[in-house]
């Protein structure tokens, strides 16, 4: 009865671990099938493209676009900024408002990683932005100093097409934004606050 016990657990055990080396050997073929057609494509630029999206990650804690794309995939630098700006500007053709604007992390794989920020007004305003990694119910809005947009001459730059770029994140935290519009006498029109968990 012991040896039938034996024979058992051993003939388990190495039907287990035939197991395991199959599964890793299905793996490793796969993932080099895998690679070698997405080589087999890195000189068809139209599936290059069709295979570089901007997909929303929700675990910023907002829907914000991030870039999904084959890994090892090799694209030229001049290829790829080509691409995402043709995929921002399809975007582009939405309505984004200060209420519910359009989140892009790192684009263009920047160093420091920015978080692109686009939304449309149907007059020109002047934006102003705050960010910190303490709540913002601790903190009096009214008094914390705001970044401003400004203009290549310094001035509070006005328009109705808010294309920014927020470099101040912080990673590996939640971040309050907080964003307001001015008008021309630099009167609020309206302020929006969102939390942001920004990745590492």
């Given at each position: 009865?012991?040896?039938?016990?034996?024979?058992?657990?051993?003939?388990?055990?190495?039907?287990?671990?035939?197991?395991?080396?199959?599964t890793?050997?299905v793996?490793?073929?796969?993932?080099?099938?895998?690679?070698?057609?997405?080589?087999?494509?890195e000189?068809?630029?139209?599936?290059?493209?069709?295979?570089?999206?901007?997909?929303?990650?929700?675990?910023?804690?907002?829907?914000?676009?991030?870039?999904?794309?084959?890994?090892?995939?090799?694209?030229?630098?001049?290829?790829?900024?080509?691409?995402?700006?043709?995929?921002?500007?399809?975007?582009?053709?939405?309505?984004?408002?200060?209420?519910?604007?359009?989140?892009?992390?790192d684009?263009?794989?920047?160093?420091?990683?920015?978080?692109?920020l686009?939304?449309?007004?149907?007059?020109?305003?002047?934006l102003?932005?705050?960010?910190?990694?303490?709540?913002?119910?601790?903190?009096?809005?009214?008094?914390?100093?705001?970044?401003?947009?400004?203009?290549?001459?310094?001035?509070?730059?006005?328009?109705?097409?808010?294309?920014?770029?927020?470099?101040?994140?912080?990673?590996?935290?939640?971040?309050n934004?907080?964003?307001?519009?001015?008008?021309?006498?630099?009167?609020?029109?309206?302020?929006?606050?969102?939390?942001?968990?920004?990745?590492?």
């Open positions: 009865m012991k040896k039938y016990w034996i024979k058992k657990i051993l003939s388990y055990t190495i039907l287990g671990i035939l197991l395991v080396i199959a890793q050997l793996y490793k073929y796969g993932k080099e099938s895998y690679q070698n057609y997405v080589d087999d494509h000189d068809d630029m139209a599936w290059v493209e069709n295979n570089i999206v901007l997909e929303d990650d929700y675990k910023f804690g907002y829907p914000v676009k991030v870039v999904r794309m084959p890994e090892n995939l090799t694209v030229s630098e001049e290829d790829y900024r080509t691409i995402i700006e043709k995929k921002i500007k399809a975007l582009l053709v939405h309505h984004y408002s200060i209420e519910s604007p359009l989140f892009i992390f684009p263009y794989r920047e160093e420091g990683k920015p978080m692109y686009y939304f449309h007004t149907g007059e020109a305003y002047s102003q932005y705050f960010i910190s990694t303490e709540s913002i119910a601790m903190q009096e809005l009214d008094t914390v100093t705001y970044d401003s947009i400004l203009d290549e001459e310094g001035n509070p730059l006005m328009t109705n097409r808010h294309y920014y770029q927020l470099k101040t994140l912080v990673p590996g935290k939640k971040n934004i907080v964003l307001r519009l001015l008008d021309e006498e630099g009167t609020v029109i309206d302020a929006e606050n969102f939390i942001l968990t920004i990745p590492e």
